[in-house]
């Protein structure tokens, strides 16, 4: 899988049509989905700052 790696997950960041903007994707280390996201950000590097966030709240309640 293609993406940035943060703390042991991959970061998937993608444009989708319908939203005219960025989601992502977070995967663990055996490439499983673990979250999506579900707002749309106007810039890749927003979308990739989310999913960070997203996964220091992902090991924060684990």
Same mark, same amino acid.
């Given at each position: 899988?293609?993406? #940035?790696?943060?703390? *042991? !997950?991959?970061? *998937?960041?993608?444009?989708?049509?319908?939203?005219?903007?960025?989601?992502?994707?977070? !995967? *663990?280390? $055996?490439? &499983?989905?673990? !979250? #999506?996201? &579900? +707002?749309? !950000?106007?810039?890749?590097? *927003? @979308?990739?700052? @989310? @999913?960070? +966030?997203?996964?220091?709240?992902? $090991?924060? &309640? #684990?």
């Amino acid at each position: 899988m293609i993406g #940035e790696k943060y703390k *042991n !997950y991959t970061i *998937n960041v993608y444009w989708r049509d319908s939203d005219f903007g960025f989601r992502f994707r977070i !995967y *663990n280390a $055996e490439n &499983s989905l673990v !979250y #999506e996201s &579900s +707002e749309a !950000y106007f810039y890749d590097y *927003n @979308a990739t700052k @989310a @999913a960070k +966030e997203a996964i220091d709240d992902l $090991e924060v &309640s #684990e």
